[in-house]
């Protein structure tokens, strides 16, 4: 079959794209971003990850939100490190919830940021390796089998023209059955949602990378020194220009946004061993005029853990549970100054060691 199944995704992509749009121009986040102060408490929440209940149990344990999921955390601040979406099957509800608690909060004072993460970058190229059944039956509705069909035929149509051109010979019945496999009931509906013209997508493509509280960054993945040479209103203008410019089915390879050494993807602030990357930390946090770094996207299943004398906070605690983190359990951290609290959903806290103070600028 000369290598078709390798270019299926191209046609699926295609398929689509008429219903996701093209992409629109985006306004950078703003610098403001980077210089946030409060004197409120800040909770933070890592990898959400479809796992809804979960997310809300948090949300209630730590005073956020009441029994019927309302702003009542007045003047806090909470902070949603990004990876939302993907693998549990409530990722919908999730931003639903996210959507309305930005409003709420607002209105009372308060704030609620809800970060970029590499599975929302997934998401706007169209990579679907990772969306659950239950994501895309919270898509599906009444036309759905129609729409399906429309977007197969749609599909094999495309296939089977660039199969002519380039001179491939194409088993149709095995074209069918692999597009079958990779466009289910609610597919068309959650592409189009999360297309750049979307609800969705235009909400998911408004994420920061990084925002700074009080001297603390947070960020999905985490700084690299070569990423922190840019600081963190460039890293913030880069990765948003990137991810506007973006259309379904590119790489995201290249670039800040999709580079390994990029925030939404590093993991070696929770990796690197402690004693030899101090001072890289040291430098890190200089050049992003920083006092400690807040992450996710590195599973440490059922632990908040403090890195570096309390200069990385490492959140992702792997709360969706299940197959993917037997040991994972929902935990929020509450910030207030320099204190850190883990906060479980059962109401439990627990004291963490102390975020790094303010340092004294080099000379």
């Not at 121009?25 to 971003?33: G, I, Y």
């Not at 800040?256 to 925030?263: D, F, K, Y």
């Not at 990357?277 to 908040?304: K, Q, Y």
Request: aromatic share 6%.
């Amino acid at each position: 079959m000369h290598g078709w199944l390798t270019f299926i995704p191209r046609y699926v992509w295609a398929a689509t794209s008429l219903a996701c749009g093209p992409a629109l121009s985006q306004a950078a986040p703003s610098p403001e971003l980077c210089a946030l102060e409060t004197t409120e408490r800040i909770v933070a929440v890592g990898d959400v990850h479809g796992a809804y209940e979960p997310f809300v149990a948090l949300l209630r344990a730590a005073a956020l939100v009441d029994s019927r999921d309302r702003w009542i955390g007045g003047r806090a601040v909470l902070v949603q490190t990004g990876d939302i979406l993907d693998r549990g099957p409530d990722s919908r509800k999730a931003i639903d919830l996210l959507m309305r608690l930005e409003r709420e909060a607002n209105r009372a004072g308060g704030a609620v940021y809800s970060l970029l993460g590499n599975h929302e970058l997934m998401r706007v190229i169209g990579d679907w390796r990772y969306v659950s059944e239950g994501e895309y039956e919270a898509f599906r509705g009444r036309d759905s089998v129609a729409l399906r069909e429309a977007t197969l035929e749609r599909a094999e149509r495309i296939a089977t023209e660039r199969a002519r051109r380039d001179d491939v010979e194409l088993d149709a019945s095995a074209v069918r059955s692999e597009l079958e496999r990779q466009i289910p009931l609610g597919f068309p509906e959650l592409a189009a949602a999360f297309g750049a013209d979307g609800d969705y997508g235009r909400w998911v493509r408004e994420r920061p990378a990084i925002v700074k509280i009080n001297g603390v960054l947070f960020v999905h993945g985490g700084i690299s020194a070569a990423a922190a040479t840019r600081g963190c209103a460039d890293i913030n203008a880069t990765v948003a220009s990137e991810v506007a410019a973006l259309g379904m089915g590119e790489s995201a390879t290249t670039g800040l946004a999709g580079h390994e050494q990029g925030p939404l993807w590093y993991r070696g602030l929770v990796t690197e061993p402690e004693e030899p990357f101090e001072e890289s930390i040291d430098t890190i946090l200089e050049r992003m005029a920083a006092r400690a770094i807040v992450v996710g996207h590195t599973v440490i299943p059922g632990s908040v853990t403090a890195r570096f004398d309390g200069r990385v906070l490492t959140i992702d605690t792997g709360m969706l549970g299940g197959d993917f983190y037997p040991q994972g359990e929902p935990i929020a951290v509450e910030l207030t100054g320099s204190a850190a609290t883990a906060i479980y959903a059962n109401g439990t806290r627990e004291p963490l060691p102390a975020l790094a103070p303010a340092r004294t600028p080099r000379l």
